[in-house]
């Protein structure tokens, strides 16, 4: 077989687009954007990285400071009480009579008088009266007073209680 080769005259020129860019920028700006994009991403997260360090040292450091003040709050509560129990020993009434003897001081004998101290009255059975018998006696006193000494008491009362 015989074919013929066929001849063109003219042939346009293909605009060649690969021969006006240039391949290099286009590289550089792919490298580029993914340098952009590893180094956004290593920012943020070395950010959190930083900020979770910071929380747990934070939390780390504020729970041993809360755990020395809870050994402290303790300590002080047991010293506290060492003080509170010296405290009563020191009020006890023994320890006072044995250091008032030491002291050359006499236990009294006989009825003790002492200024506004008001014996407790008893009844007619003899037996000592109870807070609401006083009360019910001081209500009854209270009755009998006049309305002119009552006002005149609530007055002073009032009055003394602005002065304060």
């Known amino acids: 077989m015989v074919v013929a080769e066929e001849s063109v005259e003219w042939q346009e020129v293909l605009p060649q687009t690969h021969a006006k860019r240039n391949p290099q920028p286009a590289r550089r700006g792919k490298r580029y954007s993914k ?59 023994g320890r006072i009579e044995s250091a008032a003897l030491a002291m050359g001081m006499e236990k009294p004998t006989g009825k003790v008088y002492m200024a506004g101290v008001v014996p407790a009255a008893k009844n007619q059975e003899g037996a000592p009266l109870t807070q609401t018998d006083t009360q019910a006696q ?27």
């Open 35 to 93: 340098l952009k994009s590893i180094l956004a991403l290593a920012v943020v997260v070395g950010l959190t990285g930083a900020i979770g360090a910071e929380t747990i040292h934070l939390t780390v450091v504020q729970g041993a400071q809360i755990r020395s003040l809870e050994n402290e709050i303790s300590e002080i509560k047991t010293r506290n009480d060492l003080l509170q129990m010296e405290a009563d020993k020191l009020r006890a009434v």
């Open 138 to 164: 001081t209500q009854a006193a209270e009755d009998k007073l006049s309305a002119l000494k009552q006002f005149s008491q609530k007055f002073t009362s009032f009055f003394a209680s602005t002065q304060r």
